[in-house]
Each structure stands twice: as structure tokens, then as C-alpha cells.
């Protein structure tokens, strides 16, 4: 029903407009009136051009509150009410008003507002204009547990790509998003729009498809809230305060150092401080302690301290100290050695160490901890924890004491400390699952779960992320297929599939939760399957695999100079680490995959050895192998420097010793990677297009070699471990591939051995068209009439054969995986891998399992 104008809100609004003189664009008046306890406002904009985006905040008697809102929303603390308008009356016309669609609300009381302000002026129009409006606000609106944020794009350009990140009280959660998609850290949330809502265009509201969602405690509101990195109501940052009571504790003949009291946050949180030395940026560090070296003896110094934010904003500075540095001539004799050096506790990547305090006749300035030759930290007391290290690998730690006046000890006795297993009790079991399975293989990452494998996996390795060709960086965001020939050269060349790594909407039936998506989160796809999964079974680790045969061909491009390495590090940290996703049909976008990877897995198919058609090889390979992965451990090591989590970095590497010499220095890179997939399949097969060897069957993942096996050379799981052990890699930082697939030729005689070593046909008919002489193990099986499974005890191996003249197939099952996992236990390997997950029911995974228990 239409709602008319009362004569005395006409009178009102008449006489606001007559006497008011012209206002600059952008000025509302505001006009209440009350009937019983009922309140109207109406709004009018007197003005020549339209004003989009408004709010009122005003104020009521002690007591009085308000509810109720028609054509609003409102929210009241204490006696101030914010009123904002639904989205159809959010902007108005030069010369209009709100009529008849004027907010209302209902008073517990017949009262009165005690001030009214309207976009920050008053709303009768008296005093000055409003303050001018930030380009984008988001306002926040909930009403018990229904939260919402409404963008508001005050510019005079279109808005292209947003996100809210807000931090909620502890305890609260929030859920439930409709036009957007939330992801929760802790207390901090990050809010991202569904694809209709990325542009705001200059005027324009999200209303009224503004991002809604549920928050556990009815009426919780955030505690900060920063829209593309900018406060939500547009207010600058306010710096941090200055750090105080900077002191200095210690000092020698050569150093300084200095404490100072936390600063107060600003407006975004603090990440660190500046210490200046007079005007010099002397140190910068994230705790409240420096030590200033390298200065001079005897001479004076003045220190400042400032904090610094998130955006790299600085504080004022802390009140000066001035500091004078000792003489050495006023001691000569060093302190005795520190003595009793232990380890009190390690994990993967970190070893603590104690000791007992030496003494000095002037004092002890602190400690000198080195690893080997290299000074690892410098403490004050008598614990230090050396972080940064390698899992599974030996380090000799030494202490020296330096006193008041920089005399040092001599060494401590060396202690030999080993860091724990990156899979610190029982074993790994690291899975692959292809991007490309949820299509013919219809193997989606809820199979995962219902198979049983996510319970018994410790790790998972996404396969496979791709280097683009004339950027030379990680490539993601596009989605092309590969030519169906495995011999094109040129056949992984700007390849990807982000539709299926997060474009791709899920139904209930294929999502790890059973909730389907709608098709407008900005996290579709494998990846937010992979989140579901992870939110599942916690204890999961999930990488991102880079290369595999068809992706290598630029792995070499990328490796060959100091200043590819970094910016191909950099990309791919910077998409699969941090999450920043390009934006592909609606989804992606600024930290969307942040959380999902725990880590990188290099999958080089080979350096400086033969491998795809067409792939780039160097002599210089085996050098800049090494190099790029002392990069990636450099870059994920600086990123657990400021986010606490250390990031897993492991490899796919051969079994083949020619192609272990042309491309890997094992005992170099083993300081680097936290586990070796050793590859343990494919030793022989025929090839999808009879490429590979096609005239003669073998055994494709034999555990030993094979005294009738007409190869020369050929291959073994054993061989190709102990090349890995003999070059001094830690046996807990070796897994054995196995295969979850078999290999198959066709036209086999019996030749007295059931097929075994015999001539062939060419490859048998695979599971897929394009797949010629591959089946997954579950698929074999069924599809593969009247082929009897038999195990060669000498060399450890699984086949099974159709008969005289059919087909032949070599792959693993429970028998050969039990009996490769008592050898790798009994070898004190880390564990399995397993190419690839889809080819399983469920029935291999739980016979590892059981076989490693």
C-alpha cells in the first residue's frame, strides 16, 4: 500500500528546505518526526546532483530504545542508534526525498532524538557540510546471529576487485555465506564476493546482493575491519604509538644491546621495529630486543626506536638512549668455557639447547651458538633454539662465551644432534591426486575420504601445477587442454586447468561435506575440496606438485640464473603458499587458496636427462637443480619467519642411477628437502602410443632384480635406494614408489613363465582411449576377464596374465605392497608414495597402512 506524506512532515520538510541557504553537493537533510512511539525520518537532498550512499546516527534519551526499522536496519549501543537505508532508497535524486519509503522505527518510549547527524553533518542542515566520503566504505549490519556488509563505491570510477578481512571477538565463528565466500584464521576472517559482485560501479551499492552470513553470538561485531587493506568506514590509519622505555641491558666493546616497552597498536597490527643508530636503520626485528654490533669501542652512541604495521606504517620515534661502548684495554682474560652442552628437546626442523653458565670476572655479555662452522644465534642466557634446519639430519653444535669486554671462550665440547623425522612417529604415506581424475576416472577428492585413504595418508600431493612459457613463473588461471599426442613437443605449453582446480562447482554427492556449491563462491573446484578434506583430517599435509613429465619442459628455463630462480620461487609461493589465486569465471582472487598448501613438491621429469619431447635440457642442470631448491627452501623459510608455520618442501625423484648422476647431487640437496619420492614404477612398459618398450613384457615395480630378466641394465627398488643411501641421504628422508596402476601389453605367449619376460604385441587396451597399456589397479582388475594374479618371490613382483597369446600386466597389490613395506621398514625408510590415488578402492591404501603399523 502506498503510504502518503502527513500534512505536518510536508510543513516540516517545506520549511527545512526554504530556509536552509544552497549546500555544497553531497548535503541531506534528515527531518523526525514522532506519532505515539512510532518514528519517521524522512531524508531530501536539496541538492542539483544524485547523493548515493547515506546513514544516520543519532541519539536517544538514557533507556529509550529503538526496533522495529521499516525500509532499515538499525543498531543501538547505548543511546546511540546508527540508521541505514535499504538498498532502493540508498540513493537520491536532486530535488527528492524518501517518500513513501521513509525509514521507521518504533520507540520503547515517546522520545525524541537528543542529536542527529547525517553522513557526518547535522541532519537540519545547520553547521558546516559533511566531511567528503571515502571512495569505498563496507558498513556492517547484523541482527542476532544474520550478519551483513553492504560495500559502498563513492567514486567516480567503477570498483574492480574487493575483499573485507575483520577480526570477530574470540570464540566467534562465522558461516553460512551467501553472496561471497568466508574463510576463517583464528579471529580473523576474510570475506571475498561472488563474481556478480566484484565490480561495484561509481555510485553504486552490493544491495541487494551484499555479502550475508551467521556469526555464533548473536550481535557480535568485528573488531577491526579493512576493505582492500583500507578501514571499512574509510577512516585513515592512525600510526602506531611510540615504543618506551628503551634501556639497554648490555653492553660491550663492540655491541649493544637494547629493550624497549611494546608500542600501542594503530590501526592495523604491529609487525616489527626499526632500531636507528643517530639516523642509520640499524636493525629491524619483530620482537622488543635488538643487538646493535659492529660498533666501535670506546665511543658514544644514540639509539631511537620506532614500530612499524602491517602496511609498513612507522610510529614516532621512542625518547633517544645514549649509549657508550667499552674500552678493551680494561680486560683482556676471556671466560671460561661454557661446559654440560645438551639438547633438551628437537623437532623437524629445530634442535634446543642448554648449557651451564660460564664465568667472568667482568660478566657475561652472552653466548655464540654455532652449527659447524656457522654462527646459528646469539643469546643471552644459557638455552638457545636453532630453527631452520632439515629434518632427519645430523648437526654438531659448539658454544663459545663472550664476556662485557668481547673476549671470547674457547669452543665447547661438539654435540651431535640428529632433527626428528618430518613424519615424526610411524611413517609417511603420501598420495597423489591428478587434477584431471574428477573426469574420466570420476575420482573427486570426497573418494578421498570415503575410501578410507584420507584417514591413513600423511600427506597428499596436488598433481600438477604448470611454468608458464614466456613469463617464466608458475601458471595458473587458465584453463587448456594438452594435445592428445604424447610425443608433441610443444604439448604442455601454456596448459592448465583451473576449472577443475577451483572454478568447478561441486554438487552434494562429489563434496567432501556433502554441501554442494552454488556456483558463486570464489573457492569452487579441487582446492576447496582439498580445504573440506583438510578441516576433516587435520593431521593432513597438502602440496602442490610442480612439473611431472608433461609440465618439466621449462623447468631448466627457470633454473639457469639466480634472477629466474627468485622470481619463479616468488610466483609460486606467492599463488599456492599465500593463495593468491588469478581470478578465472568468477572465482580466485587475493588470498582465496591461502591455507590449502602446506607446501611445494618439485616434480623436474629430468634434469640434464632425457624426458617429455621437447623438454629444455642444460649441462648446467644438475648444478641449478641444486640451486633451485636451496631457493625454495630459502623463500619458504623467510615466509615462516613472519607467518610461525614452516612450509614442507620435497621432490619426485628417479630411480634410474644414470638419471641420478646427470641431474641430482644427493648429499647437497638433502640439506634442502624434507623427503625424496623415490620413483618405484615404470621401470618397463609399453607406452600409450609404443613408444617405450613394446616387443618384450617386465616388471614395472619389482622390489629386486630378477635373475631371467633379459634387460641390461635394468631396474630394482633396492638399487635405486641404495644409490640414494650410499650418497649419504638419511634414510628417514627416503619414500618408495608405488603403483596404484598397472602397465599392460597384449599378444604375450606363455612361454613357460606365465608371460613374464616375454614378447609382446605392443601395449593392451587401457583404461582410456588415449591411455593405451595403463589401467588403474581397481579397473584392472575388473575390466581385464580371466587375468590370474601371480607373484614372482625373487624379485617381488605382481602380474597376472590372460592366458597364451593376451594381454599381461605388471602392477602392485596388497601381497607386493606388504612385502615392500617390511623391507622399507627394516631399511628405517620414512615410507610410501603412491602414483596415483584414483586407482584404488581403498583396499591397497589399507594394506599399506596395516604394513606399516
Keep these: 500500500m502506498r503510504r502518503l506524506v502527513t500534512p505536518l512532515i510536508a510543513v516540516l520538510v517545506t520549511v527545512a528546505l526554504c530556509a536552509l541557504p544552497a549546500h555544497a553537493a553531497g548535503r541531506l537533510l534528515a527531518t523526525f518526526s514522532l506519532s505515539g512511539t512510532t518514528g519517521t525520518f524522512v531524508v531530501a537532498n536539496p541538492g542539483t546532483t544524485a547523493v548515493t550512499g547515506w546513514s544516520i546516527v543519532f541519539e536517544l534519551p538514557a533507556g529509550v530504545t529503538a526496533s522495529g526499522a521499516q525500509h532499515a536496519t538499525i543498531r543501538q549501543s547505548g543511546t546511540r542508534v546508527t540508521l541505514t537505508p535499504a538498498y532502493y532508497i540508498n540513493t537520491l535524486q536532486p530535488g527528492r526525498n524518501t517518500e513513501p519509503y521513509s525509514p521507521r522505527i518504533t520507540l520503547s518510549a515517546a522520545a525524541q532524538p537528543t542529536s542527529c547527524l547525517i553522513n557526518g553533518a547535522n ?16 558498513t556492517y549490519d547484523v541482527s542476532g546471529t544474520s550478519a551483513k556488509f553492504v560495500i559502498a563505491n563513492n567514486g567516480t570510477a567503477p570498483l574492480s576487485g574487493w575483499s573485507i578481512v575483520f577480526e570477530l571477538p574470540a570464540g566467534v565463528t562465522a558461516s553460512g555465506a551467501q553472496h561471497g565466500s568466508l574463510s576463517q584464521s583464528g579471529r580473523t576472517v576474510t570475506l571475498t564476493p561472488a563474481h556478480y559482485n566484484t565490480t561495484v560501479n561509481a555510485g553504486a551499492t552490493t544491495e541487494p546482493y551484499s555479502p550475508s552470513f551467521t556469526v555464533s553470538a548473536a550481535n557480535a561485531e568485528p573488531t577491526s575491519c579493512r576493505i582492500n587493506d583500507v578501514n571499512c568506514d574509510g577512516a585513515p590509519d592512525a600510526p602506531p604509538g611510540a615504543p618506551g622505555n628503551l634501556r639497554s641491558p648490555v653492553r660491550t666493546t663492540r655491541t649493544v644491546s637494547l629493550a624497549w616497552d611494546a608500542a600501542a597498536p594503530g590501526s592495523l597490527p604491529i609487525t616489527g621495529y626499526e632500531v636507528h643508530n643517530g639516523s642509520t636503520l640499524a ?139 618430518i613424519v615424526e612417529t610411524g611413517y609417511a604415506r603420501v598420495g597423489y591426486f591428478v587434477q584431471w581424475g574428477i573426469y574420466g576416472r570420476q575420482y573427486f577428492v570426497r573418494n578421498l575420504d570415503t575410501t578410507g585413504a584420507a584417514a591413513r595418508l600423511t600427506h597428499i600431493n596436488y598433481a600438477f601445477a604448470n611454468i608458464d612459457p614466456v613469463n617464466l613463473t608458475c601458471l595458473q588461471g587458465v584453463t587448456k587442454g594438452t594435445t592428445t599426442n604424447p610425443q608433441d613437443p610443444d604439448q604442455g605449453d601454456g596448459a592448465g586447468d583451473a576449472e577443475a582446480d577451483y572454478g568447478r562447482p561441486f554438487s552434494a554427492a562429489q563434496s567432501v561435506d556433502g554441501v554442494a556449491d ?32 608433461t609440465y618439466s619442459k621449462y623447468f631448466s628455463d627457470v633454473a639457469a640464473t639466480d634472477a629466474a630462480r627468485r622470481k619463479f620461487v616468488a610466483s609460486c609461493i606467492d599463488i599456492y603458499i599465500k593463495g593468491n589465486l588469478p581470478v578465472y569465471n568468477g572465482a580466485g582472487g587475493p588470498g582465496t587458496g591461502a591455507g590449502i598448501f602446506d607446501g611445494i613438491d618439485l616434480d623436474w621429469e629430468w634434469p640434464g636427462a632425457e624426458g617429455h619431447p621437447g623438454n629444455h635440457v642444460s649441462p648446467n642442470d644438475k648444478v641449478n637443480n641444486t640451486l633451485l631448491i636451496a631457493e625454495f627452501r630459502r623463500q619458504l623459510d623467510a615466509l615462516t619467519a613472519t607467518t610461525g608455520k614452516r612450509y614442507q618442501l620435497t621432490a619426485f625423484t628417479p630411480a634410474d642411477p ?111 582411449q588415449e591411455e593405451a597399456g595403463t589401467r588403474g589397479y581397481g579397473n584392472l582388475l575388473a575390466m581385464v576377464p580371466g587375468c590370474t594374479v601371480r607373484h614372482d618371490e625373487q624379485a617381488v613382483a605382481t602380474y597376472c596374465h590372460t592366458g597364451d597369446g593376451g594381454q599381461w600386466w605388471t602392477f602392485d597389490d596388497a601381497w607386493s605392497i606388504g612385502r615392500k613395506a617390511a623391507w622399507l621398514r627394516s631399511k628405517g625408510l620414512l615410507g610410501a608414495m603412491m602414483w596415483e590415488m584414483s586407482g584404488d578402492t581403498g583396499v591397497l591404501t589399507a594394506a599399506l597402512d596395516s604394513a606399516l603399523r
Design 283 to 421: 636493525a629491524s626485528v619483530t620482537g622488543t630486543s635488538a643487538v646493535v654490533s659492529g660498533l666501535t669501542p670506546s665511543t658514544g652512541y644514540t639509539f631511537t626506536v620506532r614500530a612499524k604495521d602491517r602496511k609498513g606504517t612507522l610510529s614516532a620515534a621512542s625518547a633517544p638512549l645514549t649509549v657508550t661502548t667499552r674500552n678493551p684495554a680494561d680486560d683482556t682474560q676471556p671466560p671460561t668455557v661454557p661446559g654440560g652442552l645438551r639438547s633438551t628437546a628437537r623437532t623437524s626442523s629445530s634442535v634446543t639447547l642448554a648449557w651451564n653458565a660460564s664465568s667472568d670476572g667482568s660478566g657475561i655479555a652472552g653466548y655464540d651458538v654455532y652449527t659447524g662452522s656457522t654462527l646459528a644465534t646469539t643469546v643471552a642466557g644459557t638455552t638457545a633454539v636453532v630453527s631452520g634446519l632439515s629434518p632427519s639430519t645430523g648437526y654438531a653444535f659448539t658454544v663459545r662465551a663472550r664476556d662485557l669486554y668481547d673476549n671470547l671462550s674457547a669452543p665447547s665440547a661438539a654435540l651431535q644432534v640428529t632433527t626428528a623425522d
Design 658 to 768: 644414470a638419471k641420478i648422476a646427470a641431474g641430482w647431487d644427493l648429499s647437497q640437496v638433502a640439506k634442502y628437502l624434507d623427503i625424496f619420492n623415490v620413483q618405484g614404477y615404470d621401470f618397463h612398459g609399453a607406452g600409450s602410443d609404443n613408444s617405450w618398450e613394446p616387443n618384450r613384457t617386465g616388471h614395472q615395480g619389482n622390489l629386486y632384480l630378477d635373475d631371467d630378466s633379459p634387460y641390461d641394465p635394468d631396474f630394482s627398488v633396492e638399487q635405486a635406494i641404495d644409490v640414494y643411501l650410499r650418497a649419504g641421504v638419511h634414510p628417514r628422508k627416503l619414500t618408495i614408489g608405488l603403483a596404484y596402476y598397472g602397465r599392460g601389453w597384449q599378444r604375450v605367449p606363455d612361454g613357460g613363465t606365465y608371460g613374464e619376460w616375454q614378447s609382446a604385441g605392443g601395449a593392451a587396451p587401457g583404461q582410456f
Design 518 to 549: 552454488t556456483g558463486w563462491e570464489q573457492l569452487r573446484g579441487n582446492f576447496n575440496q582439498l580445504r573440506k578434506l583438510k578441516a576433516k583430517h587435520p593431521h593432513l599435509k597438502v602440496l602442490i606438485s610442480l612439473g611431472g613429465w
Design 123 to 138: 541532519c537540519d542542515g545547520s553547521g558546516g557540510d559533511p566531511p567528503a566520503r571515502p571512495p569505498v566504505t563496507a
